[in-house]
C-alpha cells in the first residue's frame, strides 16, 4: 500500500518561510508527476504546484513566484519552499504522489 507522509507545516507570521516535505513510498518514483493541493477550512480543495518527471513546474498563479516545488528521485521525496507567506495560504496542504490518493496533509497557519 501506498504511504504519502507529508511533514512541515506550522505557524508562521506573514511574509515568513516555511518548506513541506513529502515522502512516498513508491516505486519508480522518478516516472511520476507529483504535487501539492491544498484546502482551507469550509472550502474546495485547489491546487498548488506540480513537477514533472522532466522538472518542469507549473503553480497556482498566486503562488507563482512565491513558492517552489522541487523532488529528489533518489530519496523518494518532494518539497515545497514557500517564500512570503500570506495569510490566505492558510490551509492544510496535502502531497499527491503520482495517481495515488493524496496523504493526510500538514497544517500550514499564517497568522500574526
Known amino acids: 500500500q501506498v504511504q504519502t507522509v507529508e511533514s512541515g507545516g506550522g505557524l508562521v507570521q506573514p511574509g515568513g518561510s516555511l518548506t513541506l516535505s513529502c515522502v512516498c513510498s513508491?516505486?519508480?518514483?522518478?516516472?511520476?508527476?507529483m504535487g501539492w493541493y491544498r484546502q482551507a477550512a469550509g472550502k474546495q480543495p485547489e491546487f498548488v504546484a506540480t513537477i514533472m518527471t522532466g522538472g518542469t513546474q507549473t503553480y497556482l498563479p498566486s503562488v507563482n513566484g512565491r513558492f517552489t516545488i522541487s523532488r529528489d528521485n533518489a530519496k523518494n521525496t518532494v518539497h515545497l519552499q514557500m517564500n512570503n507567506l500570506k495569510p490566505e495560504d492558510t490551509a492544510v496542504y496535502h502531497c499527491?504522489?503520482?495517481?495515488?490518493?493524496w496523504g493526510q496533509g500538514t497544517q500550514v497557519t499564517v497568522s500574526s
Open positions: 513508491i516505486n519508480n518514483f522518478k516516472d511520476y508527476v
Open positions: 499527491k504522489c503520482g495517481h495515488w490518493p
